[in-house]
C-alpha cells in the first residue's frame, strides 16, 4: 500500500493517509526500513504493509516509495 504522512510526533511515531481509507494509519519509528524517523517530513509518501492490532490495524515495514 502507499500513503502520505499526515503527522509526525515528537515520540517517534505518525499518522498515515490512505486514499480511501476513513482513518489515517499508526506507524512507530520501529517499523520503518532504510530510513529514519527524524530524515521523514509530512506530505511524504510512504510505502508499507498492515498488521491488525488490539487498537486496530498499524503501517509495517514502512519505507520512503
Known amino acids: 500500500m ?6 509526525l510526533t515528537p515520540n517517534g511515531f ?3 493517509g490512505v486514499e480511501g ?4 494509519l499508526f506507524f512507530h519509528s520501529n517499523a ?3 530510513v529514519t524517523f527524524e530524515e521523514l517530513r509530512e506530505g ?3 510505502s508499507f504493509e498492515t498488521e491488525q492490532t488490539q487498537k486496530g490495524p ?3 515495514n514502512v519505507q520512503r516509495a
Open 2 to 7: 502507499t500513503g502520505t504522512i499526515k503527522r
Open 14 to 16: 505518525g499518522f498515515i
Open 58 to 60: 498499524n503501517a509495517v
Open 44 to 46: 511524504d509518501l510512504l
Open 21 to 24: 481509507m476513513e482513518k489515517d
Open 32 to 34: 520503518l526500513v532504510g
